[in-house]
Protein backbone atom coordinates (compact mmCIF):
# COMPACT_ATOMS: atom_id res chain seq x y z
CA UNK A 1 0.00 0.00 0.00
CA UNK A 2 2.44 2.42 0.86
CA UNK A 3 4.37 1.89 -2.74
CA UNK A 4 1.18 2.65 -4.26
CA UNK A 5 0.93 5.92 -2.60
CA UNK A 6 4.60 6.42 -3.47
CA UNK A 7 3.54 6.22 -6.96
CA UNK A 8 0.71 8.35 -6.86
CA UNK A 9 2.60 11.01 -5.07
CA UNK A 10 5.01 10.71 -8.14
CA UNK A 11 2.03 10.94 -10.60
CA UNK A 12 0.67 13.98 -8.99
CA UNK A 13 4.02 16.22 -9.01
CA UNK A 14 4.76 14.98 -12.85
CA UNK A 15 1.08 16.31 -13.82
CA UNK A 16 1.45 19.65 -11.55
CA UNK A 17 5.57 19.87 -13.00
CA UNK A 18 4.38 19.90 -16.59
CA UNK A 19 0.75 21.27 -16.01
CA UNK A 20 2.27 25.10 -14.64
CA UNK A 21 4.94 24.49 -17.55
CA UNK A 22 2.40 24.27 -19.94
CA UNK A 23 0.37 26.72 -18.41
CA UNK A 24 2.96 29.26 -18.54
CA UNK A 25 3.47 28.18 -21.81
CA UNK A 26 0.06 29.43 -22.57
CA UNK A 27 -0.07 32.36 -21.60
CA UNK A 28 2.92 33.43 -23.28
CA UNK A 29 2.12 32.39 -26.34
CA UNK A 30 -1.16 34.59 -25.55
CA UNK A 31 0.72 37.47 -24.89
CA UNK A 32 2.75 37.28 -28.12
CA UNK A 33 -0.13 36.55 -29.95
CA UNK A 34 -2.23 39.49 -28.56
CA UNK A 35 0.66 41.66 -29.63
CA UNK A 36 0.18 40.91 -33.33
CA UNK A 37 4.06 38.83 -33.59
CA UNK A 38 2.69 35.68 -35.10
CA UNK A 39 1.16 38.42 -38.17
CA UNK A 40 3.39 38.39 -41.33
CA UNK A 41 2.46 41.67 -42.46
CA UNK A 42 3.95 43.54 -39.36
CA UNK A 43 7.64 42.21 -40.44
CA UNK A 44 6.60 43.72 -44.27
CA UNK A 45 9.48 46.32 -45.04
CA UNK A 46 8.65 49.59 -46.90
CA UNK A 47 9.23 48.57 -50.84
CA UNK A 48 9.15 50.42 -54.01
CA UNK A 49 9.61 48.28 -56.81
CA UNK A 50 10.04 50.50 -60.64
CA UNK A 51 9.31 49.04 -63.58
CA UNK A 52 12.09 49.13 -66.43
CA UNK A 53 13.00 52.53 -67.40
CA UNK A 54 11.56 54.11 -64.56
CA UNK A 55 13.13 55.18 -60.72
CA UNK A 56 11.01 54.73 -57.43
CA UNK A 57 12.44 55.59 -53.92
CA UNK A 58 11.31 56.97 -50.35
CA UNK A 59 7.60 55.84 -50.49
CA UNK A 60 6.25 56.72 -46.95
CA UNK A 61 2.71 56.87 -45.86
CA UNK A 62 2.35 59.45 -42.93
CA UNK A 63 -1.66 60.55 -41.63
CA UNK A 64 -3.35 59.59 -45.07
CA UNK A 65 -0.71 61.25 -47.36
CA UNK A 66 1.37 59.10 -49.68
CA UNK A 67 5.22 60.73 -50.71
CA UNK A 68 7.59 59.25 -52.94
CA UNK A 69 10.13 60.28 -55.05
CA UNK A 70 9.54 58.96 -59.10
CA UNK A 71 11.69 59.41 -62.33
CA UNK A 72 11.79 57.99 -65.39
CA UNK A 73 14.80 57.27 -68.01
CA UNK A 74 13.31 56.28 -71.31
CA UNK A 75 15.22 58.55 -73.88
CA UNK A 76 12.30 60.59 -74.22
CA UNK A 77 11.24 63.90 -72.76
CA UNK A 78 8.25 64.11 -70.77
CA UNK A 79 6.60 67.42 -71.74
CA UNK A 80 3.91 67.20 -69.14
CA UNK A 81 2.90 64.54 -66.52
CA UNK A 82 0.33 63.63 -64.07
CA UNK A 83 1.21 60.96 -61.34
CA UNK A 84 -1.39 59.07 -59.10
CA UNK A 85 -1.00 56.15 -56.49
CA UNK A 86 -4.01 53.35 -57.27
CA UNK A 87 -4.21 51.18 -54.29
CA UNK A 88 -4.54 47.35 -55.08
CA UNK A 89 -7.48 45.57 -56.87
CA UNK A 90 -8.77 48.60 -59.03
CA UNK A 91 -6.95 47.95 -62.12
CA UNK A 92 -5.81 50.10 -64.89
CA UNK A 93 -6.64 54.11 -64.31
CA UNK A 94 -8.76 55.78 -66.95
CA UNK A 95 -7.68 58.96 -68.29
CA UNK A 96 -9.96 60.38 -66.15
CA UNK A 97 -8.71 59.14 -62.89
CA UNK A 98 -5.58 61.75 -63.65
CA UNK A 99 -7.75 64.61 -63.49
CA UNK A 100 -9.21 63.99 -60.15
CA UNK A 101 -8.26 66.74 -57.80
CA UNK A 102 -6.82 65.97 -54.44
CA UNK A 103 -5.53 62.35 -56.18
CA UNK A 104 -3.16 64.01 -59.02
CA UNK A 105 0.73 65.22 -59.06
CA UNK A 106 1.27 67.36 -61.85
CA UNK A 107 5.20 68.29 -61.51
CA UNK A 108 5.91 71.64 -63.35
CA UNK A 109 7.38 70.93 -66.73
CA UNK A 110 7.08 67.66 -66.82
CA UNK A 111 9.82 65.26 -66.05
CA UNK A 112 12.93 65.04 -68.11
CA UNK A 113 14.79 61.55 -69.35
CA UNK A 114 17.22 60.95 -66.57
CA UNK A 115 14.79 63.25 -64.34
CA UNK A 116 13.05 62.75 -60.91
CA UNK A 117 10.80 64.40 -59.12
CA UNK A 118 9.20 64.11 -55.10
CA UNK A 119 5.31 64.15 -55.22
CA UNK A 120 2.67 64.04 -52.81
CA UNK A 121 -0.80 63.12 -53.19
CA UNK A 122 -3.26 63.22 -50.18
CA UNK A 123 -5.63 60.82 -51.49
CA UNK A 124 -5.47 57.27 -53.46
CA UNK A 125 -7.28 56.13 -56.33
CA UNK A 126 -9.61 53.64 -55.70
CA UNK A 127 -11.21 52.75 -59.08
CA UNK A 128 -11.06 53.59 -62.94
CA UNK A 129 -14.05 56.17 -62.31
CA UNK A 130 -14.01 59.73 -62.13
CA UNK A 131 -15.48 59.57 -59.00
CA UNK A 132 -13.11 57.41 -57.57
CA UNK A 133 -11.06 59.77 -55.23
CA UNK A 134 -10.78 58.72 -51.74
CA UNK A 135 -8.72 58.81 -48.96
CA UNK A 136 -5.83 55.95 -48.66
CA UNK A 137 -6.39 53.52 -46.36
CA UNK A 138 -4.08 54.06 -43.41
CA UNK A 139 -4.27 52.38 -40.20
CA UNK A 140 -0.72 53.04 -38.12
CA UNK A 141 0.95 49.72 -38.86
CA UNK A 142 -1.47 48.86 -41.63
CA UNK A 143 0.13 47.41 -44.95
CA UNK A 144 -1.26 49.63 -47.91
CA UNK A 145 -0.20 48.45 -51.49
CA UNK A 146 -0.52 49.93 -54.62
CA UNK A 147 1.11 50.93 -57.78
CA UNK A 148 2.48 54.69 -59.23
CA UNK A 149 0.87 55.51 -62.58
CA UNK A 150 1.39 58.73 -64.85
CA UNK A 151 -0.53 59.88 -67.61
CA UNK A 152 2.39 61.98 -69.83
CA UNK A 153 2.74 63.60 -73.05
CA UNK A 154 6.18 63.66 -74.89
CA UNK A 155 6.89 66.16 -78.12
CA UNK A 156 5.40 63.89 -79.90
CA UNK A 157 2.49 61.65 -78.43
CA UNK A 158 0.09 63.15 -75.70
CA UNK A 159 -2.38 60.83 -73.24
CA UNK A 160 -0.04 57.83 -72.63
CA UNK A 161 -0.51 55.81 -69.32
CA UNK A 162 1.98 53.75 -67.70
CA UNK A 163 2.58 52.11 -64.53
CA UNK A 164 6.03 53.26 -63.10
CA UNK A 165 6.34 51.34 -60.19
CA UNK A 166 4.01 48.84 -57.11
CA UNK A 167 4.44 49.93 -53.58
CA UNK A 168 3.76 47.94 -50.59
CA UNK A 169 4.45 49.67 -47.40
CA UNK A 170 2.89 50.45 -44.01
CA UNK A 171 0.73 53.30 -43.01
CA UNK A 172 2.73 55.45 -40.11
Given at each position: MRNINKRA???MEYLMTYGWAILIIAIVLAALFSLNVFNSATFLGTECVSLTGYVCSSPLLHSGTFT???GQATG???TSANIIFLESGAGTPAASSF???GCVYTPAGGIPSGGTTAFSVAN??????AS???AITNTIG???TGSIWAYYSTASSTGLITELATVSLKGT
Open positions: QSAASVTDWALAGVTGTSSCNGTV
